[in-house]
């Protein structure tokens, strides 16, 4: 069987920046275990699988080792196969994921995601996860994934945590988090558990960010800023009353297009 892959750089305007993510189209679902071995031999934080629904997709994810029920990038390195390969008239598709749907729109030269809301609790201490951040927050909060807050940006650039310690405490992922120097916040996001030890930019991160920095600040839009080695850029905001939404725009840029055969 041969298949189309693209390879896209997403939420950043620039090549070898941003977070890589591929992207698989498919006339049909294949096996689960060979989308992971796919995303096992693609070895990027994910790989986007999408199959045609009418006149929308329906999109899954997997990273080199197990499926997530939302991933921000790779949606948008797939609404850019679509809008740029695929269906290049279009400026909005809607995928259907297990998160609900998720629609993206075109805006000049970027891609909105329009993805839901997240909230966080206050955590309560927990010794064994601040050692493997190898810095104490300020804060703890916690739901799926846990948001670690700290006071300065330098802090949070220069974490070097232990990877196996955060896998120890079966945390599935921590953002850790601090106001901006030149942008409304900035985060770094560690996910050793599902296979991701430090991903470059996560749509799925802000999705708990923008409500947690809308209390904080007072205010529903933002500039972020993920503070990787390859750097992301995402501009968000938090929209809704009772249901709340979180638009997250970015661009995105072409790497590698090809076939693979399985």
């Not at 006071?151 to 079966?170: C, F, H, Q, W």
């Amino acid at each position: 069987m041969r298949l189309r892959i693209w390879q896209v750089d997403a939420f950043t305007g620039r090549r070898f920046g941003g977070n890589p993510a591929a992207v698989v189209p498919l006339e049909a679902w294949l096996p689960d275990e060979l989308m992971l071995a796919i995303a096992g031999e693609n070895n990027l934080s994910e790989t986007a699988f999408f199959v045609r629904d009418g006149n929308e997709y329906q999109i899954r994810w997997f990273t080199p080792a197990r499926e997530v029920a939302l991933c921000g990038h790779a949606t948008l390195a797939s609404a850019y196969v679509v809008f740029h390969e695929l269906a290049p008239q279009r400026t909005k598709v809607v995928f259907g994921s297990q998160s609900g749907p998720l629609p993206v729109e075109r805006n000049g030269d970027k891609l909105v995601l329009d993805f839901p809301a997240n909230r966080l609790e206050p955590a309560p201490e927990h010794p064994a996860l601040v050692a493997a951040l190898g810095r104490a927050p300020r804060e703890l909060h916690q739901a799926k994934q846990w948001l670690a807050l700290y006071d300065s940006e330098e802090e949070v650039r220069a974490l070097n945590p232990n990877m196996a310690g955060i896998v120890a405490t079966g945390v599935y992922g921590v953002i850790a988090t601090a106001p901006g120097r030149d942008c409304d916040f900035v985060s770094r996001f560690f996910a050793p558990t599902a296979g991701v030890p430090e991903d470059p930019a996560t749509g799925s991160a802000h999705t708990y960010l923008t409500p947690f920095w809308a209390k904080k600040l007072g205010k529903s839009s933002f500039f972020a800023r993920q503070v990787s080695a390859r750097g992301g850029e995402l501009w968000t905001e938090l929209r809704g009353n009772a249901e709340q939404r979180v638009s997250i725009a970015g661009s995105a840029v072409p790497y590698l297009q090809g076939i693979i055969d399985v």
